[in-house]
Every structure is written in structure tokens, then in C-alpha cells.
């Protein structure tokens, strides 16, 4: 399959850290009906984080077959998302709402052709993610964290983002948070340590952590600031969504489908879990997503330019109408 030598130069212009950030989703398309028979068949999609577990049940159920699609998943690591799509080794990919919003602030062209997730709680009553803090902190509010320093997993992200703007909800000052960038799986340690004094962890970690004793004083940043801001899309390059808008048209519908049945059994994605993200059993079991949403529009993306444009996220808002393949 062959890219465009533009999409190419606007990977060249960009960061790595920037590229970390965007998840940035740079498939191209051929020229010409880019329905045909071939592009409907089989699609290569990079997946990434467990909210992309109902899309992998419907694989498994064979809805996207029912739906005209095989889609063949590859698992990618954030870094790993645009080579592969510049490449041509995968037509599709995940991203991140506000990855989405970063993406657009720099003029990369990728659409989301799907929603998966929101930021709200799942079924389950959780987000899938919390602020923790060691057992025993005097962390009580947001406003506390003035004076301490704070893990995410990525710096400039949805985490750091939701992280400041509980504080400032709360009364206090973001700029007198320190924000550093720990990995999920170094938060005990970090914690044992006294290098950081709280951290926002997303699952199996957050389970795991809460199980060793941490404690949430006031529950998920990110859920508060984004709420029913897209978390989790699938995306591909315009050029590819607005020539095959049929083919888009039935992976939405796929995806929406594999979200009711998790939905009506969340049990279905444990194996998922286990076969995707390599879980132990208990991890999978205890792991919590977000709620899922197929649906997805330009507005949705209101709250995420709002705070990103407040936060240095983007240098000034973007233009959320071309977020969203028409």
C-alpha cells in the first residue's frame, strides 16, 4: 500500500515526544474507489491499552467479519503507532482523544473513523484509573497536592492535564505541583522510595496498588476535567476515511456491535485480557474500563481543546470539526 510523500515529511516535522503524545494515526489510502473489494476484506489494525479489548472481542466473535471487514490486529507500543502506519504495515490505529487534539494542533491529518471509550466509569462503577497515594497520606483533596510531586505515566498528557485542573477546581495552585513522568509499573517503588508523594495510575496497576494498600482520596482526575470526552478512537489518515466512507461506515457499526456485547457480558472480555495484554487471570479479572462508546462527533472533543489549549497541550485551539471523518 502505498503512502502519500506528505504524510512522510509531516512525520519527519515531528517530535518524538510529540509523536508519544498524538499517538498520532497516519494511514494512507490508494488512489482511486477505495472501497473495493481488497480494502473491505482485510484491514491491519495497531491496537494499544485494554479499552481496545471489546474491538478485539468482535474480532474474536467474528463481528467484523459479519460487518465485511477482516480486521487483523497487531499489538503496538505508543512509540510504535506512526512508523507503522507510515510504513504501510497497518491501515489503522488507536489513539487518544486529546493525542487526537495534539495531532490536529500540529496539521497532521488523521481523523477518527470510531469511538471505543470514553473517560467516564464503565460498567463497573470505575474508571479504570485513580489518583492513589501511599497508605496512611495526609492527602485528603486536590488542593493538598500543592508543595508534592505527582507521577504520571506521560508527561503533557490527559494524566498531567487532569491532574492541574482538579487542583485549580479545588482552590489551589497547579503551578506548585510537581508533575513527573513514572512508569505505571515503578509507582510501588516510587512510593517506597519517597520519590513521589501520589501518583495516577490507570489498571491492572491501580487494582494491584489499592491491593497493596494504597489508598484514593479523591478518585480520578481524568474522569472529572474529561468526563464524556472521547479516551480511547480509532483512526486513519482523511485521505483514507473520506475515500472509503463505506468501508468506515461498516467499522462503526462493527464496533458498536462488539461494545453491546461487552457491554452485555463484560465477563467475555476477561479471556480477552488474558490473550491480548498477557493478564494473569486475577489481574483480568480485576481489571476495570472505561464506558464504552462507538458514538462520536466533533463537540465531543470541546472539553479536551479547551484544557489543552489552557495547558500548552496545543499552541492554540483546533478547529474540532476536523477531528471526526465526515
Known sequence: MTRPSTTR?????????????????CGGGEDGDGDSAAAANQLTWNYSLPDSAPVLLGIEEGIFEKHGIDLVAEEAAATDLVGALISGKVDLSVNTGPGMAVAAGQNVPVVAVSGVSTFEAGASGSSGSALVVPKGSDITTPKDLEGRKVGVNLLKSASEFGVRQVVVDDGGDDKK???????????????????????????????????????????????????ESPRLVMTATREWADANSDTVDALQDAVAESIELADEDPDKLIPIFEKYFKMKPEVAKATKINKLQAD???????TINDVLAQYGGIAKPIDVEQVVAK
Open 177 to 227: 505541583v510537581e508533575i513527573v513522568e513514572v512508569p505505571f509499573a515503578a509507582v510501588a517503588d516510587a512510593f517506597a522510595s519517597g520519590d513521589i508523594d501520589a501518583a495516577l495510575v490507570a489498571d491492572p496497576f491501580m487494582t494491584q496498588l489499592i491491593d497493596g494498600g494504597a489508598e484514593v482520596p479523591f478518585g480520578d482526575p481524568i474522569e472529572t476535567v474529561f468526563a
Open 9 to 25: 515529511k509531516l512525520f519527519g516535522a515531528l517530535g518524538a515526544g510529540a509523536l508519544v503524545l498524538a499517538l498520532a494515526a
Open 296 to 302: 462520536i462527533s466533533p463537540s465531543s472533543f470541546d
